[in-house]
């Protein structure tokens, strides 16, 4: 694999997946302004190498997002590879051992295993040859990025977060946002949900400092690992060994015993004492596509920064989706496909999960169907699996054909019968999640596809010639009917629209799906229109049925609609200083063509200018 993040550039700049930007760029706003432009690009654009920060430091962004450069990031030529070897690793462990001979040819298995663990090594890492402790662990001296005009701060958003279990000694390596508070401080955003929360409780309950480790670049699996959703048990410095072929070798830390691995680009040590009262952190431009707002969180102090020579800092930016985490989120599919279907489901033939999802919000399952009920079954057993309980919205289907395609979702959409084949429950959701009733708690919705066959007959929407716009509903737009069977509506969310008043008023008959949008969001792209639905619709309040329809809220709940008690945060966008700044110094970059912002189409979301709507 790679010998450092710098090898890796190397192979992006010869596969002609990378861009220099040698002019001066501002790490505050300018770089996620630039990075959010070419990761919109069709295909996710370049890998962006911005040499000149105001500090002593490159900026590397979008270093995974796109097909190639994740499946580089890996070490395959596609994805699809990871899935075939761990099929065959399973398919190897699992299989029958019926003879003294068949067992012993599993030894070969097992000490190829046994290469894939982290190993520990004495002296120091290239990530220790220059090593600041004391004052001069400035965290001023990195190019820290602060992505959008409402956030807190400066935020670290790819670190390599080592903390270890004080009772079992088992690492966990974790991807958890840094909000700079001070030149030796900052915020740790450890979700209720997270391993690293839970090492930081225990301590709480031993009375102990907690040490904590954070890395930044070195191989770029390492990386990815850190966001993979590994067992709570399991070394995700294991998973990067298995992805490269080879062992991590890790180096003990300066001021603590925590290892890291020796070839990172950088290593801020420190510690977090639960005894210290927890401080504000963010608000924060999220994957989500929206603020997640402030909270408490606890505090990180640092006791030294490591650094190996020609490190480069290695960042990425979240918002509306599609970003880098997109194709990071490809990946995950892929790997955690085999564990899914060998250990847990083996009916699940493939697993795919939207890129306008946002991650966790929609998901679509094909499966083998044998009985009645299996998709219930499936869907259950998805939403207690890790950080699938996360999901909000899924389709399951046995159509045998590949659910990826979207005239196959199509197909199977046009033909849902409703109220019969939705499937409504409640459980856990991202914390992130701001339309859930309560904080990390609220509804899930199923649609049970398995009956449905794409080829069979479908009645026909019935619309009317001309809307008549009335019971609060300000426009309707039937471009998505005959295709997908969704009509899609525009409101005002100060109103309180009767949906299947208007339906019966404008004579539809037929009509699967009804999604009820802010009035402001018309003209979006139909993917656009997607992430919204998903992101602001909770199905145990958003969502109603009328005759043979389901109908979607997903206008912005701000101010109490629909009963809605908690803060609404405001879509995340550049500002307009900084789209005109960027626009006016675009010959100097050297990136070729000039890309219009994302951000001018999310502006006109915003009701005023804060990360609160």
């Not at 925590?258 to 999220?286: H, M, N, Q, S, W």
């Amino acid at each position: 694999m790679y010998k450092n993040l710098t090898d890796y550039i190397g192979a992006l700049e010869r596969a002609g997946e990378l861009a220099r930007v040698r002019v001066p760029v501002d790490p505050q706003f300018e770089i996620a302004e630039l990075t959010d432009r070419e990761s919109k690009r069709p295909g996710g654009g370049r890998a962006l190498l911005f040499e000149n920060t105001g500090t002593a430091f490159p900026v590397l962004t979008n270093m995974m997002g796109s097909d190639r450069r994740i499946a580089m990031a890996l070490g395959v030529e596609r994805l699809g590879e990871l899935t075939e070897r761990i099929d065959a690793l399973f398919g190897e462990l699992t299989s029958p051992k019926p003879s003294l001979m068949d067992k012993l040819r599993m030894l070969p298995v097992l000490e190829k295993m046994s290469r894939w663990l982290p190993r520990n090594r004495g002296g120091r890492g290239a990530c220790q040859q220059v090593v600041l402790t004391g004052e001069e662990a400035r965290l001023s001296l990195l190019p820290v990025l602060r992505c959008w005009p409402h956030d807190g701060g400066r935020f670290v958003t790819l670190p390599l977060v080592n903390t270890v279990d004080p009772d079992s000694g088992v690492r966990n390596v974790g991807m958890y946002r840094m909000q700079i508070l001070s030149e030796h401080t900052t915020g740790m955003h450890w979700h209720l949900h997270k391993t690293g929360e839970r090492h930081y409780r225990r301590y709480a309950e031993l009375g102990r400092r907690m040490p904590v480790a954070v890395c930044l670049g070195g191989d770029p699996a390492y990386t990815y690992a850190a966001t993979a959703p590994m067992p709570d048990n399991m070394d995700e410095y294991l998973l990067a060994g298995f992805l490269r072929r080879r062992p991590v070798e890790l180096v003990r830390c300066l001021t603590s015993d925590l290892r890291v691995p020796g070839d990172c680009d950088f290593v801020i040590e420190g510690y977090v004492d639960p005894a210290e009262p927890k401080t504000t952190e963010g608000p924060f431009g999220d994957h989500t596509g929206f603020y997640s707002l402030e909270d408490a969180y606890p505090v990180f102090h640092v006791t030294a920064v490591t650094h190996r020579r020609g490190a480069v800092y290695p960042a990425t930016i979240v918002g509306v989706p599609p970003q880098e985490d997109a194709y990071i989120a490809k990946a995950t599919e892929k790997i955690f496909l085999a564990p899914i279907r060998r250990a847990m489901l083996s009916e699940v033939r493939d697993l795919y999960m939207p890129v306008q999802g946002a991650a966790h919000n929609i998901a679509v399952v094909d499966i083998v169907r044998n009985y009645p009920g299996q998709a219930l079954k499936v869907a259950s057993s998805l939403w207690g699996a890790g950080q699938m309980m996360f999901n909000k919205y899924m389709a399951v289907a046995s159509s045998g054909r590949d659910v990826r395609d979207p005239e196959v979702l199509r197909q199977l959409l046009r033909r849902v019968r409703v109220p019969e084949d939705v499937v409504l429950s409640r459980g856990p959701l991202d914390v992130l999640d701001h339309a859930a009733p309560r904080m990390g708690l609220g509804g899930k919705l199923a649609f049970d596809l398995t009956g449905v066959d794409p080829d069979g007959a479908v009645p026909p929407v019935g619309l009317p010639q001309r809307w008549e716009n009335c019971y609060g509903v300000e426009r309707a737009d039937d471009s998505l009917c005959a295709s997908w069977g969704v009509l899609l509506l525009y409101a005002a969310s100060s109103v309180v629209p009767d949906v299947p008043a208007f339906l019966r008023r404008n004579g539809v008959s037929y009509l699967p799906l009804a999604v009820l949008l802010d009035a402001g969001a018309y003209g979006f792209s139909y993917g656009d229109l997607l992430w919204l639905a998903s992101s602001n619709c909770d199905p145990s309040r958003d969502v109603a049925f009328s005759g043979g329809t389901a109908i979607f809220d997903a206008r912005t709940k701000a101010g109490g609609v629909n009963g809605f008690a908690r803060r609404w945060p405001n879509v995340v966008a550049s500002s307009p200083e900084t789209i005109a700044r960027v626009d006016a110094r675009w010959e100097e970059y050297g990136l070729g063509p000039r890309t219009e912002s994302p951000s001018l189409r999310y502006l006109k979301l915003q009701r005023r200018a804060s990360a609160e709507y």
